[in-house]
């Protein structure tokens, strides 16, 4: 019986031991932040990157379970990770102070020089606000093919174009022999479509 009333009793002290450090104080709860949560946040920035793509260097909590994460800064690329592309860090933070330290994040893409210095404008304007070229145009006697689509199957001839136009415009052409013509748009530099 003593036997038992020793197990008994270091049971019990090693239940009362353990429970203050299973239990926290309410107030400290602790969440674990995720790479799709991150992915989130860096999309929002205009980082497009899936949450598989990013790699969580350590372990990230917060006292909230959804903190509203920002972008802090954007470093130089890094090491050359297995798709063949360069690994960029990121620096995150969350928006509201005290809920998460800044901590940072690896992602395979080129980031912009504006996250790199949050708050400076970049003098160049981003590749996509750059000024569009102007409409592909096709001139009247240009070598071109035109690719004609049916029910039957498709048919590339080797054209020249009688008439000028842009892109989307429907001109008129003929067979290098000018025995056949067709009417067909076009589609792209020295490219036509049109259907049969």
């Not at 917060?62 to 798709?83: E, H, I």
């Not at 003098?123 to 145009?137: G, I, V």
């Not at 008439?163 to 067909?184: C, L, N, W």
Request: charged fraction near 15%; charge should be positive.
């Amino acid at each position: 019986m003593t036997g038992m009333m020793v197990r008994l009793t270091a049971l019990l002290s090693v239940l009362a031991l353990a429970a203050p450090l299973g239990a926290q104080p309410p107030g400290h709860a602790s969440y674990n932040i995720g790479a799709g949560q991150v992915a989130h946040a860096l999309s929002a920035q205009g980082i497009e990157v899936a949450a598989n793509q990013v790699k969580m260097v350590a372990d990230v909590v917060a006292s909230r379970p959804v903190p509203d994460l920002v972008v802090l800064g954007a470093g130089a690329q890094a090491d050359t990770y297995a798709g063949g592309g360069k690994l960029s860090w990121v620096r995150l933070g969350c928006r509201v102070p005290g809920v998460c330290l800044p901590f940072f994040v690896r992602v395979p893409v080129v980031l912009d020089a504006n996250l790199r210095h949050p708050g400076q404008r970049s003098a160049q304007p981003p590749p996509d606000k750059e000024p569009r070229r102007k409409a592909m145009e096709m001139r009247a006697g240009t070598r071109a093919t035109l690719v004609l689509a049916g029910r039957q199957g498709r048919i590339e001839l080797a054209v020249i174009s009688l008439e000028s136009g842009a892109m989307g415009h429907t001109i008129r052409v003929a067979t290098p022999d000018y025995k056949q013509f067709y009417r067909a748009r076009i589609a792209g530099t020295d490219l036509l479509k049109g259907s049969f």
